[in-house]
Each structure stands twice: as C-alpha cells, then as structure tokens.
C-alpha cells in the first residue's frame, strides 16, 4: 500500500510540474501573459492524473517498520536542512542569482517574454538560452505568495523516492531498497552548501531529479513517469536535450517500444518547445518558425519509431540497432551544429596542430572524470559504488537488471567530455574545475538508481524452486 501512494505522489509532483513546464512554456511563445490560475490547475491535473493511476504493488519482502521509521526521519532532515538554506538567503552562487534568481524575480512581476528583460539586447540577462521551467515555477509561486524556493527540497524529495522506488519495482527487498535510499540521501553534493547544491539556486540540482525521475520511469516500465521526467530533463536545461537523446539512444539499442515510444515523442516535444523558444527570443541569431522546427522534431521521431518497428518485425539483433544508430551520429552532430549557430566549437583558431592537442586531452579529460567522481569527496560514494557493483556483478555471473540505464550511463561519459574537447585549450585547467562538476552532478541520481536496483546474488535455480525430499 505504500508503495502504490508513494509512486502516485511522484506522478502527481511530476504531471504537475511538466504541466506548468509545457503549457507555460506554449504560452510564453505564443507572446501571451502566463495566467495565475496555471498553477493550481496543474497542481489539480497532477492530483487527478495520480488518482487514475495503477501503479503496480512491489514485490519482494516489505519495509521493517523500525526501519521505515529511521528512513523518514533522515530523508526529512536533510529535506529540512535544505529548506532552510534554500529560504534563508536568496541564491548565493553567481548562476543562482544571475542566471535563475533573476528570470525568476522578473516573471513573478511580469509572466510574460514581452518586455526588455527578455527582448532588449541592451538589457543583461545572462544565458539567454536557458529553457525556463524553473523561473516559471518560482515565479508562479511567488505570484500566489507561496515561497517558490521550496521547489528544490520538494525536488530532493523526488529524487530519493525515485531511487527507493527503482530499487522496489527490481524486486529488491525492502530493507535492503532502504539502505540503498539512505546512503544516497546523504550524498554530500546534494546537502554542501556549495555552489550546485539543492538550495544553491542552481538550476543542476533540479535537472539530477528529473533525469533520475526519467530513469525509474524507464527502470519499472512506468511510461508516464519516464514521460514526464524526460519533458522536465528537456525543460530545465540545455543538457537536458543531448541527455534525454540518449536516453532514446539506450533505449533503441535494447529495443524496448513501448517505453522507446514515450521517450521519443517526449523528446520531440519538448525539444520542439525550447527550440522555438530559442529561435523566438534569436538566441542563436536568425529564428526559425515553430512548425519548422516541430515538423523536423517529429520526422526526427518518425524515423527512430519507424526504423525500430521494421528491425523489430524482421527480428534483427543488437547489432543492426548499433550500426543504425552508428549511421545517426553525423546527422545528429550536423543538426546540433545547426541549433548551436553553425558551429559546436568555441574556439575559432582550430587548426591540425590544435586538433592534435584536443586529442591528447582525452585521456587527462578522463583522468579529471575519474579523479572528480571517484576520489573527490563532494561526489561521495555515488560513482564508487556502481563500480563495486559491476565487479560484484561480473563476479557472480549475475544479469544486470535495466541495461538501458546502464548504457545510458556509458554514453553520458563521452557527451561529458565534448564541453572540453571543444572549448579553447588554453582554458582547459580553469575549465575543468568549474564544470565537470556540474556535469557529473546531473548523473549521481541515475548512478545510485541503477546500482541500486542490482540483485548482487544470481538467481536461484528454476529446478531448485519448490523442491523438497520428496518432491524434488
């Protein structure tokens, strides 16, 4: 029974949100005024959504109550201590203040991009091509006089429900679903008072609960969560797009189709809306019409659902879906390349000498990756442990359960590389400190999640089961 309330509370949390995400985000392009009233009706969609929804009941061994008990306490805490520091003062980090706090501040006055905040290039607004959910989340509460900075303990929240529930619908028992929660609650990126942190004001924080709602909605097979998560991953931040592409990417690789149908046309919406959104406030120059970018978004899905429909009646293998998606790679740069303003690099002077140089970067690129998120102790144990558990893994000769989060998790590594490989070489030791951080926040929520839903032990044998002395 509590299983079934707290996957409805999530869907709830999350209609909600990507609600106010889609139809605010529809309204500010269509140059209109966000009404007030978006935000209890979405608040009532979400309620209503998460009433009508038949979550399954996890199996495996029920929760220990004492346990349960300490579980809540220590979750609510941290909520709690969260809470404060999102309330007490406002953002505190350049990004916070600057790039979030500022949006915020000016559609809680105004919920509108029809004024100079927006549309005067003389006005500062820093990062004008960051997506808006969150400033219209805050904003919206503020209009209701509601303090909207309690989005990011709320967020938190969402995020370790999210892992508890992955490590349930695997069929894990419950204490042992529990302990996989706590460890990850404490995580110490999460609760630093840092810059990145849940109540920096960042907009990071936000997006590791999304992808990590994203990834149990695609880890249980609950189609609306992976639905909405993904619509939020795309919404909060421009990672969000690339993230949520390859997502579809694992997902196509392991020829799932229902869940590679949510995840597809999710993607191609809110991809469409940010784009326009984009494109309408000229963040890369010259705009492009909505329906232009929507019609190639869709034909973009069209193909990926096509071409996974036809492997599928044909029963071809793993390795069709890897050349077909080896084959998309150059277009997906060329497109990339294309909405970034023609170019992916930002240093001008590339040469054959320099490319040679970008080259010899992976492998310290590589070693910075490992060194952040294995040895450095803001991360803690999110990014030991999943390695712990692959040797675990492989050891026993056990399956690994949700391999399309796994593969998920491979090709974020690569994209995490790209910001430096591109960036002006002589930058790269500023560069690198500042954020691969950042980069590897946004996938701690998915790193516990897959871990912990990892049986650590091979399963029984079919003959061994039900047997006895004499009936064996």
């Not at 869907?11 to 309204?27: E, R, T």
């Not at 009941?57 to 300490?70: D, F, K, N, S, V």
């Not at 019409?289 to 009646?313: E, Q, S, Y």
């Amino acid at each position: 029974m509590t299983g079934i309330v707290l996957q409805r509370l999530v869907l709830a949390a999350l209609v909600a949100a990507a609600g106010i995400g889609v139809v605010g985000s529809a309204w500010l392009l269509a140059h209109g005024t966000v009404p007030d009233a978006l935000l209890p009706l979405a608040i009532l969609g979400g309620l209503a959504a998460a009433a009508r929804h038949r979550p399954p009941a996890w199996p495996g061994e029920p929760t220990p109550r004492w346990l349960a008990g300490i579980a809540v306490a220590v979750v609510l805490g941290a909520a709690a201590l969260i809470a404060y520091g999102a309330l007490a003062t406002p953002s505190r980090h350049w990004d916070g203040a600057v790039a979030w706090d500022l949006k915020a501040h000016v559609l809680a006055a105004n919920p509108t991009l029809q004024q100079p905040f927006f549309r005067d290039p003389a006005v500062y607004c820093q990062s004008r091509d960051y997506p808006l959910l969150q400033p219209l989340l805050l904003g919206l509460c503020e209009r209701w006089h509601l303090p909207g900075r309690l989005l990011f303990p709320a967020a938190y929240l969402l995020l370790i429900a999210s892992i508890h529930g992955a490590a349930r619908s695997a069929g894990i028992a419950g204490r042992r679903a529990v302990l996989w929660a706590l460890a990850a609650a404490v995580t110490p990126v999460w609760l630093s008072p840092s810059a990145g942190s849940f109540d920096s004001g960042y907009g990071d924080a936000a997006l590791t609960a999304w992808l990590a709602a994203a990834g149990f909605g695609a880890a249980a097979g609950n189609v609306p969560v992976l639905a909405c998560g993904l619509l939020l991953t795309v919404l909060q931040k421009p990672e969000g797009l690339p993230y949520a592409g390859l997502l579809v990417a694992a997902l196509w690789l392991h020829g799932d189709a229902r869940r590679l149908r949510a995840a597809t046309l999710a993607t191609a919406g809110a991809g469409t809306l940010v784009l326009a959104l984009q494109s309408d406030l000229q963040t890369f120059g010259r705009p492009s019409p909505w329906p232009v970018l929507a019609l190639g978004a869709f034909a973009a899905a069209a193909v990926v659902l096509g071409g996974d429909a036809w492997l599928r009646r044909r029963g071809a293998n793993g390795r069709w879906r890897a050349l077909g998606l080896l084959a998309a790679l150059p277009v997906a740069i060329a497109v990339a390349a294309a909405v970034s303003g023609g170019s992916l690099a930002t240093d001008p002077t590339v040469d054959g000498a320099t490319s040679l140089q970008r080259l010899a970067l992976v492998p310290r690129i590589g070693h910075a990756m490992f060194r952040w998120g294995v040895g450095h102790g803001s991360f803690g144990l999110a990014f030991v442990v999943p390695l712990a558990v692959v040797v675990v893994l492989w050891r026993t000769r056990t399956p690994v359960r949700s391999p399309a989060l796994g593969t998920w998790l491979l090709l974020l590594l690569p994209l995490w590389c790209m910001p430096f490989l591109f960036a002006p070489v002589e930058d790269l030791a500023e560069h690198v400190p500042s954020r691969l951080p950042r980069l590897l926040l946004h996938g701690t929520g998915i790193a516990w999640l897959w871990a912990a839903q990892q049986p650590l032990s091979p399963p029984a044998p079919e003959s061994a089961l039900g047997a006895s002395p004499r009936n064996p």
